[in-house]
């Protein structure tokens, strides 16, 4: 009979499960922009590497790049989205899109973004999008010119969208009111 009790103690033991904890659901999303295949020319022949530029943002004004390298293309997407994590930066946005007009540069490529009303969506071509989509700006108009490179066009587009300021920032950096201003 002691035997019977053991193992129905047992198997209480087995059936009752720990408390699970919830899980916290990460605000921040991801976009993987571009892979390039890295190869060193070395004495004994040439080493393969992945390099990947991956764009990350909580679609609330916050958005950031990063560039991983590794041996093996998920590796090298992980580091850059680390890495895209730790270089976030706020954006002031106005609404569903940007406050004014701004021009970024990043080596020869130059991306304007233009303010658009409601309901125009977002109007961008390449890698502008995945960068102006993740910060949260659902009504914009963007044109690229010069170098169409992925990742300095990604990087003219953050430069642009750091340059913003919003009416209430401008008069506080002038020291006036917004009705001043305005």
Same mark, same amino acid.
Do not use: H, W
């Given at each position: 009979m002691q035997n019977n009790e053991k193992k129905s103690f047992e198997k209480k033991s087995f059936d009752r499960k720990a408390p699970r904890k919830e899980k916290e659901v990460d605000p921040i999303t991801s976009k993987l922009v571009n892979v390039n295949r890295i190869t060193k020319v070395v004495k004994g022949g040439r080493n393969m590497r992945f390099s990947a530029l991956v764009v990350v943002g909580d679609k609330d004004g916050r958005v950031g790049v990063g560039n991983g390298k590794a041996a093996e293309v998920p590796n090298a997407i992980e580091k850059a989205t680390a890495i895209a994590k730790k270089r976030m930066v706020k954006i002031a946005l106005e609404g569903t899109t940007i406050p004014h /007009?701004?021009? #970024?540069?990043?080596?020869?490529?130059?991306?304007?973004?233009?303010?658009?009303?409601?309901?125009?969506? +977002?109007? !961008?071509?390449?890698?502008?999008?995945?960068?102006? /989509?993740?910060? #949260?700006?659902?009504?914009?108009?963007?044109?690229?010119?010069?170098?169409?490179?992925?990742?300095?066009? +990604?990087? !003219?587009?953050?430069?642009?969208?750091?340059?913003?300021?919003?009416?209430?920032?401008v008069a506080a950096l002038r020291g006036k009111t917004v009705e001043e201003i305005l």
């Open positions: /007009e701004v021009v #970024g540069k990043f080596g020869t490529s130059m991306v304007k973004l233009l303010p658009a009303s409601e309901g125009t969506g +977002v109007i !961008a071509g390449g890698s502008v999008r995945p960068v102006v /989509e993740l910060c #949260g700006i659902k009504d914009i108009t963007a044109k690229s010119y010069g170098s169409r490179n992925k990742i300095n066009c +990604v990087k !003219a587009t953050l430069n642009a969208l750091q340059q913003l300021r919003t009416k209430e920032e």
